[in-house]
């Protein structure tokens, strides 16, 4: 293997799921290579990001980390530090399996801008935002998607992990365990950023996209496989995107199917 500049690394790092963790450390001496679970260098800046960042219901990334690791395939290896475009990232690495090689890992990384402000740099892990079911469900619907074994689907299809989706009805997961609703495959919870080459379509959002079946009386293409989706911009509350979706958001469990509009019945 050829050793890598420790900028080509990270951004190789900050590029990809997949991350050459030996390339990393032969070119910075604040990352060690290690077979051994979540080590640390004590390197302070490591510990500002653990005690500064925050999801947005408050988690902390310990917190997030923790939790996700006893529902998903997620074993976090190690933490480190390097330097790109003048700002520091910090990064933890992890696999999915214990006994995982090193080019089977993956990596989350924080940027520190010059300022201090911490940002959480990697796209996929952006759910993590949202709170660590949000994450962990993300990476059980990429591990159902990529057919590992032994994907946790009961959690996948838990009703209740769907509580950080809110409405103005209620949370979306206490809503359709009320509307006799079970989660069926696939689904996804990902974070979809803003393209540059595309400025005319949406991005920078999370989306939250359910296919699920009912047990209620309704419209087949609605209760047998409805297509739920919700989107969220930074700052901004869950919108409804899906036909089933707006009418989850828009009236009470048992009420969703009282009125039709003309353009529904044709769908």
Not at 21 to 40: H, T
Not at 222 to 242: A, C, L, M, R, Y
Not at 247 to 259: D, L, N, T, V, Y
Request: net charge neutral.
């Amino acid at each position: 293997m050829k050793k890598m500049s420790g900028r080509r690394a990270l951004w190789l790092c900050l590029g990809r799921f997949l991350i050459c963790l030996a390339g990393l450390a032969a070119a910075s001496n604040s990352v060690r290579a290690n077979d051994s679970p979540l080590i640390e260098n004590n390197n302070p800046l490591i510990e500002r990001v653990k005690s500064t960042w925050r999801a947005q219901d408050g988690e902390t990334i310990e917190e997030v980390i923790s939790n996700v690791s006893k529902v998903a395939q997620f074993v976090p290896r190690m933490w480190g530090v390097a330097e790109l475009d003048q700002n520091e990232h910090v990064f933890v690495s992890w696999t999915r399996h214990r006994n995982d090689k090193s080019d089977d890992q993956y990596v989350i990384t924080w940027k520190v801008a010059l300022d201090g402000t911490i940002e959480l740099a990697s796209t996929y892990a952006k759910p993590m935002e949202l709170g660590w079911r949000a994450f962990a469900l993300s990476l059980i619907a990429r591990e159902v998607s990529d057919g590992e074994r032994d994907a946790n689907l009961g959690f996948l299809h838990d009703t209740t992990n769907f509580n950080f989706v809110t409405t103005k009805q209620g949370r979306l997961g206490d809503l359709l365990r009320q509307g006799r609703c079970t989660i069926v495959d696939p689904v996804g919870v990902d974070y979809l950023p803003k393209q540059n080459d595309k400025p005319t379509e949406k991005g920078d959002l999370w989306r939250v996209l359910l296919l699920v079946n009912c047990n209620i009386p309704g419209p087949r293409y609605f209760i047998h496989n409805g297509v739920i989706t919700f989107e969220k911009s930074e700052g901004q509350d869950w919108e409804p995107q899906s036909s089933f979706a707006k009418r989850i958001a828009g009236f009470p469990p048992g009420s969703w199917f009282a009125r039709m509009e003309p353009k529904e019945r044709e769908e």
